[in-house]
């Protein structure tokens, strides 16, 4: 099967399409009108901390949040797999890492240290750049990580709903990504994507077809790259900016919530800005200006949904 699987993917990067309508948006697709403004609001880094654990956990019961993506190589992911289980329904992917950015706490491969050779900085951790990585290892070193990643997400009883990549390590690399779509397609899985529009200021012109053309869906448009407010008090007026300016289609935005306190403080410079991502999601001023504005709230589950569905 797998070497079925493979043998499609390298057709479609040779051109080869699948049935899917590409002049459809994914909205469409999803039985949206082409006029509806689609919102999936994520959450990446779940498992980093505990403090990351507690923000993301609430923002699902108690705010806005409507999809999240796990770290598997790092500390605190068994206290999601518990909070998983009372929590089935849960939209939650594979965060897939392939960095280790921050210098006082780092994490190493799931695959382990001898499968990944390439993978590991010199303090035997993953290395922190995603230059480095693209520069040291193989895209097939990366592959087998991916794969033991979601395998051991599964294993714990999260049934992951997409794939996205921490610091776009497999999104931003043209050989880097050819694997991040082989595991889209292996795992039947949805994947964070881009517009059309921001493929092309990537360099990347034509992806989107490919993602189609291979049976992947993923949202219509994505946030990104927008100079973030340097003062974390701006945070909420920044996000409600974005709600007020959002497309038609499916668009997706992404936070890293974590609750603000010694643990962040040691991991992290942006510990506060993290804490207003959580503090906008639970606000319930948040929840009134979304639907004032009739913005309509997925997660990924539903993406997944259709995808498969389409192919049957």
Not at 191 to 211: C, D, F, I, P, V
Not at 220 to 239: C, E, Q, V
């Amino acid at each position: 099967m797998r070497a079925i699987l493979a043998a499609i993917i390298m057709a479609v990067l040779c051109g080869a399409t699948f049935a899917i309508d590409a002049d459809k948006s994914t909205a469409e697709l999803l039985g949206f009108e082409p006029t509806d403004r689609v919102l999936i609001v994520h959450a990446d880094d779940l498992g980093m901390s505990h403090a990351t654990n507690v923000a993301v956990l609430d923002a699902f019961e108690n705010g806005i949040l409507t999809s999240a993506s796990i770290m598997m190589p790092t500390a605190w992911v068994k206290e999601v797999a518990l909070w998983v289980k009372d929590h089935p329904d849960a939209d939650i992917g594979v965060h897939l890492t392939h960095t280790s950015e921050w210098s006082r706490y780092r994490w190493a491969p799931i695959a382990g240290r001898a499968a990944v050779p390439g993978l590991l900085a010199p303090d035997g951790y993953i290395w922190g750049e995603c230059e480095e990585v693209w520069a040291n290892a193989t895209p097939e070193e990366a592959e087998i990580e991916g794969r033991a990643q979601i395998d051991y997400a599964i294993k714990l009883g999260i049934n992951p709903t997409h794939i996205d990549s921490h610091m776009g390590t497999m999104q931003l690399n043209e050989d880097f990504w050819k694997v991040y779509m082989k595991l889209a397609v292996d795992y039947n899985l949805p994947q964070r994507q881009a517009s059309a529009e921001l493929y092309n200021l990537m360099g990347a012109t034509g992806r989107k077809e490919k993602e189609r053309a291979a049976g992947v869906l993923g949202p219509d448009h994505l946030i990104h790259g927008l100079p973030m407010p340097k003062d974390a008090g701006d945070m909420a007026d920044f996000y409600n900016g974005i709600l007020r300016r959002l497309k038609p289609g499916i668009t997706e935005l992404y936070l890293h919530p974590a609750i603000d306190g010694v643990e962040m403080q040691a991991i992290s410079g942006t510990h506060a800005r993290r804490d207003a991502d959580y503090r906008w999601l639970i606000d319930p001023n948040t929840r009134k200006l979304i639907e004032q504005l009739d913005i309509k709230l997925i997660g990924y589950r539903e993406i997944m949904d259709a995808m498969r569905a389409l192919k049957q």
